[in-house]
């Protein structure tokens, strides 16, 4: 029976290699397994694995978020065109001068019946400033709508990371637990012939219900992590997740990742908002001049002159200009508001900018950290801890060392499997963020 268990890292090594089958040749047997079974089309498409591509593709024509922005842009793009064109005429048809006490229209020689036009022109430049301002906030909004595609993208990651590490992690832990099972088993027979203590049996059935126990958390955690994905991909989110990390291993230099942070979108929206609020500031300086407005009118008389002639028509043309005298608590007031409306949203596009700065310094210094510690997992820990839990099982198997030192091999040796795939997703998820601050095209 120990020689039996000396073997099983082996064969567990043996079905590693099995899950590591490309994901064209699962799908090839998924595809067989739905014709043999017969599955729906629906069916057929859950248990096809679903890779970070896919997720990102479905997570953007299902988000919501970009196309009300998008759709706010448009709003805006036609208000600038309304702010650019003059106010609607105004008509004014009317009576003037008619006797009350006697007569007619045509009684008296004043009695009109009047008809006149007005058209106002607002002061200076104000319409080519309204339509720079409208069209500064529409730019405002489509940059505010690329800015969430990123988002979109870099959260969708991290969930779909998230999943695939829950994922993993309760694989690892389903690989490894037949070992443990064997163990109580062998532990049980020697103890039965009275080759080893009690104390090896109950620790050997506590370390498999541990296991047991570790199953059910990641489990758990697994759920939850597929509830967090479902927000960006609903039910494709229920999926198994690809096998596959994506092929993140290299990033740019920081120097470059610094230059990109000026084309972030969230920088260009608010330039995009320091523009709106500088053509606020001209609209305000504009409102210093006057407007005017013109009026014509035409005015018809009825009735004959003294000579026997008719009336004759009246025209009157008239232009009204404003009078900016009273300025100090209006127009003086409303430049002084539109000026710090500009410098807060300067001050906010620096305090952006530093933020932003920040978050890549700490991202870039967490990938190379986690890219080292992964390199050293891979050249040393895997294969140390592999190596010392193969060594104390043997060693116990020659009655040279305690069944708690192979337990404890075992159990590092499978929290090291469990710590490598975590170190290989917090590598991702941090390129994920770099890729959203720093602009980073796989």
Do not use: C
């Not at 759709?71 to 005429?89: H, I, K, N, T």
């Not at 990641?218 to 991909?233: E, Y």
């Not at 320091?274 to 001049?289: S, T």
Request: glycine fraction near 6%.
């Amino acid at each position: 029976m120990l020689s039996v268990i000396g073997q099983l890292p082996r064969k567990n090594q043996k079905h590693s290699e099995v899950r590591d089958w490309s994901l064209t040749g699962r799908g090839l047997l998924v595809s067989l397994a739905i014709v043999v079974s017969g599955m729906s089309a629906a069916e057929a498409r859950q248990a096809i694995p679903l890779t970070l591509a896919e997720a990102e593709r479905v997570a953007l024509e299902l988000e919501p978020g970009q196309a009300a922005l998008l759709a706010r842009a448009a709003a805006l793009e036609e208000e600038s065109v309304v702010a650019g064109q003059l106010p609607d005429p105004t008509m004014r048809i009317g009576m003037a001068n008619f006797p009350l006490e006697s007569g007619g229209f045509s009684t008296e020689a004043m009695t009109q019946l009047q008809l006149g036009f007005r058209q106002s022109f607002p002061p200076g430049e104000t319409r080519e400033v309204s339509t720079r301002r409208f069209q500064s906030l529409a730019l405002e909004m489509k940059e505010s709508a690329d800015g969430r595609s990123r988002d979109v993208l870099a959260a969708v990651r991290q969930a779909w990371l998230e999943t695939y590490y829950w994922q993993q992690a309760h694989a690892i832990v389903d690989r490894s637990r037949p070992f443990f099972s064997d163990l109580v088993t062998v532990t049980r027979d020697m103890y039965s012939v009275g080759r080893k203590d009690q104390q090896d049996v109950l620790r050997a059935e506590l370390e498999l219900s541990r296991i047991d126990d570790r199953r059910i958390s990641f489990n758990n955690n697994h759920a939850r992590a597929i509830a967090a994905l479902s927000q960006w991909l609903d039910s494709a989110a229920s999926r198994p997740i690809a096998e596959k990390l994506p092929a993140w291993q290299q990033i740019p230099p920081l120097e470059l990742l610094h230059g990109n942070l000026l084309d972030h979108p969230d920088v260009r929206a608010a330039d995009a908002r320091i523009a709106a609020r500088q053509a606020g500031v001209d609209l305000a300086e504009e409102q210093f001049k006057p407007g005017w407005a013109m009026d014509l009118g035409y005015g018809h008389r009825d009735g004959t002159l003294a000579n026997g002639a008719p009336r004759s028509d009246f025209v009157s043309l008239s232009v009204t200009m404003d009078m900016p005298f009273f300025k100090k608590n209006r127009q003086d007031r409303k430049l002084a508001a539109a000026l710090r409306e500009r410098s807060a949203v300067t001050a906010s596009k620096e305090e952006l900018l530093r933020r932003l700065r920040s978050r890549l310094d700490g991202e870039y210094a967490q990938w190379n950290e986690l890219s080292r510690r992964i390199d050293l997992y891979e050249e040393q820990i895997l294969k140390q801890a592999g190596d010392n839990a193969e060594a104390s099982l043997v060693a116990y198997q020659s009655d040279t060392a305690d069944f708690a030192d192979v337990m404890r091999a075992y159990i590092d040796d499978l929290n090291s499997k469990v710590d490598h795939t975590r170190l290989q997703v917090e590598r991702a998820k941090s390129y994920a963020i770099l890729a959203n601050l720093g602009g980073i095209s796989e």
